[in-house]
């Protein structure tokens, strides 16, 4: 019980330690982390689908124009 008593004495302070208050903040930012890497998902798909469309459509003007495919650099044919 002594020695119990002393090592306690010795021990840095609870909140040197890091305990459930750091587990709890750890898991937090994890759980924060995990829903704002999904909703950053979701909105890259968006911008990716959105970009194929304009490609297409794009694509189709040209088409019907008779201009063919662009060449990419800015200059049409």
Do not use: C
């Not at 305990?19 to 903040?25: A, D, E, I, N, R």
């Not at 968006?46 to 495919?69: C, S």
């Amino acid at each position: 019980m002594l020695l119990a008593a002393a090592a306690a004495a010795k021990s840095p302070s609870v909140w040197a330690q890091p305990g459930t208050l750091g587990f709890l903040v750890v898991f937090g930012m994890a759980v924060i982390l995990f829903f704002l890497l999904r909703s950053m998902s979701k909105h890259l798909r968006k911008v990716r689908e959105a970009a194929q469309v304009e490609a297409e459509q794009a694509q189709a003007a040209n088409a019907t124009a008779g201009r063919g495919e662009p060449r990419g650099d800015g200059y049409d044919r």
